[in-house]
């Protein structure tokens, strides 16, 4: 038998949303007449927008014709994307972005896990306290987390967020090489304001830090001054991998596609000294590892950004969000404190009188048929809360909120 990487021994046992959906399915066998309302797992329920449909319809038939069909598209994505990204998401927003800094992939997941190919293992990996718990997982696969003890792994520092400081980190007061944030924050759905991602990208840029930041909620912005892009911060280029996703802006869950800005300004060093732009690698890392994202989900992605498809991301979103407007509201009425549902379609609450995340769970679960995922989950000051997503129908959310509310009068 061959020797296996022995860092899977000390993950939790399943991811976060695999083990939550196994308790709910238990919960459902157990319990077969209760309709359970999903509020964990951020993943949406509106179907992919008609351009979309139109444009992933157009490319099979392209595919499926004898003068029309190509095999392999560029490792980086083709162009037609990445311009329009570019344009959109950046130009439009005054940002220079160049398109070839634009890395298409199949989703914010893999380019979070997969980036890690590029920076060394010695790196020390600072990572808000909760957050996703992919930047987590992914460091202690790599080796990068040390070992587990109270919660916590030796070798990751830990950026703590609660109330206290309205969910925003301090700055590392140790060493960090590479800082992970999330903007609209999974799960704690807080907004970031520019003066406040300032002092990050100054921060970086003196010590030489790399910024992984995760914006795959920029959509759910809607306040004046909340960030949407760290590149919206002078010098942020020469510091910060930015990762989007079309999952949550357009309904992309099952389809896949994402993008990574890896700017050309930004720049490592090899152990010999030598500079090297950190696209290079990332460009041989995805060159040799990656064939690219499909080109039906391409040309799908391409589609958004038509002016039927910005019109059908803002009426999406919006609708998201006022379902987690609603969450929001209920869980405040029950005597919960709630935060975000803002400039994020995710809600963090807490009971605060001492019940543990995942207690919370059962109890949403068992007495209302709603799911949420437990706080503890994202890491050890999410205890104690519980996340819920504003990703259900409307009809599901009040419906789960309409149970919560009579059952708690
Ligand atoms: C979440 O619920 O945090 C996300 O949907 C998970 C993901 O995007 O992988």
Redesign the pocket.
């Known amino acids: 038998m061959i020797q296996v990487n022995d860092n899977f021994r000390h993950l939790p046992v399943s991811y976060l949303?695999s083990e939550v959906a196994r308790r709910i399915n238990a919960f459902k066998s157990e319990h077969p007449s209760t309709e359970v309302v999903r509020m964990?797992?951020?993943?949406v329920t509106r179907p992919l927008f008609p351009s979309v449909v139109k444009a992933m319809h157009e490319a099979v038939d392209e595919l499926g014709s004898s003068s029309r069909f190509h095999g392999y598209g560029p490792e980086q994505g083709y162009p037609f994307l990445r311009e329009a990204i570019a344009a959109h998401d950046y130009h439009g927003r005054g940002i220079d972005i160049n398109p070839s800094d634009i890395f298409i992939s199949d989703?914010?997941?893999s380019d979070l896990g997969n980036l890690g190919d590029v920076y060394s293992r010695d790196c020390k990996v600072a990572i808000m306290n909760p957050a996703?718990p992919?930047y987590v997982d992914d460091s202690v696969i790599d080796g990068r987390a040390g070992v587990f003890h109270d919660g916590r792994w030796s070798d990751i520092l830990y950026l703590d967020c609660d109330p206290d400081n309205h969910f925003m980190p301090m700055l590392p007061t140790g060493r960090a090489d590479v800082i992970f944030l999330c903007f609209p924050n999974?799960?704690t759905g807080e907004g970031i304001s520019k003066r406040e991602l300032k002092r990050w990208v100054d921060y970086a840029r003196e010590k030489g830090n790399l910024i992984i930041y995760d914006s795959?909620y920029e959509a759910f912005v809607r306040e004046d001054g909340i960030v949407r892009s760290i590149y919206e911060i002078e010098g942020a280029e020469e510091v910060a991998i930015e990762i989007r996703?079309f999952?949550?802006t357009a309904g992309f869950?099952g389809l896949r596609c994402g993008y990574t800005v890896v700017p050309s300004a930004l720049k490592g060093r090899y152990a010999n000294g030598e500079e090297v732009a950190l696209r290079t690698l990332w460009n041989r890392r995805q060159t040799t590892k990656f064939n690219g994202a499909s080109y039906i989900s391409q040309r799908a992605a391409a589609a958004v950004y038509t002016p039927e498809g910005l019109e059908d991301v803002k009426r999406n979103t919006d609708y998201y969000m006022r379902n987690a407007e609603i969450i929001r509201d209920t869980f405040r009425k029950i005597g919960f404190r709630a935060y975000g549902g803002e400039n994020s379609p995710?809600v963090w609450a807490t009971s605060g009188d001492g019940r543990d995340s995942w207690e919370l769970f059962t109890f949403f679960l068992e007495n209302f048929g709603f799911s949420t995922?437990p706080g503890s989950g994202f890491g050890s000051k999410g205890e104690g809360y519980v996340?819920l997503?504003g990703f259900n129908s409307r009809e599901n959310t009040e419906k789960g909120m309409s149970r919560l509310l009579e059952r708690m009068k």
């Not at 964990?40 to 993943?43: A, E, F, M, Q, Y």
């Open positions: 949303f964990d797992i951020g993943d989703g914010a997941k996703y992919v999974n799960p795959a996703s999952s949550k869950t995710y995922t996340r997503t």
